[in-house]
């Protein structure tokens, strides 16, 4: 029986390695999808990465759409107002969102705050510091313990 097999060289592990999740990345935009679903709701948000940038995009299975889950231009604009920091609509400082009252008003954590978007009238306000939970401490569920 003989060995037909050629030894691997070092441009084969190289091409092997290109392959791997991690180098892959690079070459797929927005190929990963983590659903971040609404509370009590039967929609989801997610962001998606692409050479544009990124954009928070909301998801309605029930109906088949998927569209933008806010305007990102008005919110730019709104957090650079508020905060005193530019920034652009395809590069948010943030990579999460919590939809509050029913889409009537967005919160997300930037610049070293906590913040409040509207989108009805298009105001963005910090919102009170809140002192991080001890790590070490669970609340009760009538979050007085």
């Not at 190289?14 to 070459?27: G, I, M």
């Not at 983590?34 to 299975?61: A, H, S, T």
């Not at 008003?105 to 306000?125: D, T």
Request: include cysteine; glycine fraction near 6%; aromatic fraction near 10%.
């Amino acid at each position: 029986m003989s060995n037909s097999m050629q030894p691997l060289t070092r441009e084969d592990y190289a091409r092997a390695e290109s392959f791997l999740p991690w180098n892959l990345k690079k070459l797929v935009s927005a190929g990963e999808i983590k659903p971040n679903w609404l509370e009590g709701e039967e929609r989801f948000w997610y962001l998606r990465r692409g050479p544009q940038g990124k954009e928070f995009i909301l998801v309605d299975p029930e109906k088949g759409s998927h569209q933008p889950a806010f305007d990102h231009q008005k919110l730019s604009a709104a957090l650079s107002v508020a905060s005193g920091k530019a920034c652009t609509h395809d590069q948010l400082p943030f990579d999460t969102i919590e939809w509050v009252e029913k889409d009537s008003r967005l919160n997300f954590n930037a610049h070293g705050k906590r913040w409040e978007y509207i989108p009805a009238s298009g105001a963005c306000n910090p919102l009170p510091d809140v002192t991080p939970p001890n790590p070490n401490e669970v609340l009760s569920p009538d979050k007085k313990w």
